[in-house]
């Protein structure tokens, strides 16, 4: 996980952009991850922690009626995340990830470890992908991050 948030590092500030997160069920561990990496402040902007739908809707502009037609856990929230943390942000990028991590949560159309994501650009791009992760509550969230910043690299490289 280092050697990834390494590698996103060093590519967002060969591009001269930076990041925000937009996190739900990981509970900042992106932005910490993105954050343990030396000289970070080059390329990450701020995190986002929207637990609660209340903060997915007051921090981050994510629509009641988005919330409500589809879930915290969807991919149409992961987007207004996402495009919010870019508007309420000096970044460049931005990833946002809500999931159910377990043990307890899931339910027969979204079972435990179904975490959804999306990544955003100023250039108008935004994409998303939902998971069925596997293992207890730290393995989905740490699966969870790795997706979320292999995500980011990968937009970074188009």
């Not at 590092?9 to 954050?35: F, P």
């Not at 969870?144 to 188009?158: C, H, I, T, Y």
């Amino acid at each position: 996980m280092e050697q990834l948030a390494k590698k996103v590092n060093s590519t967002l500030q060969q591009k001269g952009w930076m990041l925000a997160t937009a996190e739900s069920c990981t509970g900042g561990w992106v932005a910490k991850i993105m954050t343990d990496v030396a000289g970070s402040s080059a390329s990450f902007d701020r995190g986002f922690v929207t637990y609660s739908n209340a903060a997915k809707r007051d921090m981050l502009g994510v629509k009641n009626k988005t919330l409500e037609e589809h879930g915290a856990v969807s991919e149409a929230v992961v987007k207004e995340m996402a495009v919010g943390a870019l508007q309420n942000s000096a970044a460049d990028i931005a990833v946002s990830i809500s999931g159910i991590a377990g043990p307890s949560g899931g339910t027969k159309e979204k079972p435990v470890g179904t975490v959804c994501f999306a990544w955003a650009s100023k250039e108008g791009l935004v994409q998303s992908s939902t998971q069925f992760l596997t293992g207890n509550r730290d393995i989905v969230r740490q699966k969870s991050v790795m997706f979320a910043l292999e995500g980011v690299q990968k937009l970074l490289k188009l």
